[in-house]
């Protein structure tokens, strides 16, 4: 089951630094979101698991899965709730660098081209790392339905998915956490 407070209390607990940061966009920052402190804990990975199947689960896809190494155990932990739950349903991974040797390709995992896909991703700031994940799944083939972030950050992410044309969506928003975004755009 899904629970929002919990959720709340273990990224404040486990992944919210403050201090200053440069974030992978290259912009500065007086907080960091560590994801991956949720992620990779048993009791985050539930709470993450059971809310993006929640959220998902009216207009189920084929497959969920995003870039390299962040999704990873996001994908992990929504594909072992599925299958408690008898719901069928695929995960995929998307590499920074393609294979170098077999088929050398950038997505890996059970998908076909056609396939249904939701990108899902930590934390989302400008969701560059999610547009590369998503060119990536469409250059594959895959329909790519919508995204959604453990954690927005409100800083361009949404904007950028809504001129694309991908629905976005996030468990939570910097807001939760009593933080207002840098640069406001969503």
Known sequence: MYDPEALKELVRDKALKFGDF??????????YLDGKQVTLDAAGARLVGAGILERITDTLPDAVGGMSIGADPITAAILTLAGTNNLPLKGFMVRKEAKEHGLKRYIEGPVTPGDRVVIVEDVVTTGRSSLLAIERAETFGLIVQEVVAIIDRLEGGENAFREKGIPFQSLLTIRDFGIEPAVASN
């Open 22 to 31: 440069t974030l992978v966009s290259g912009r500065k920052a007086t907080y």
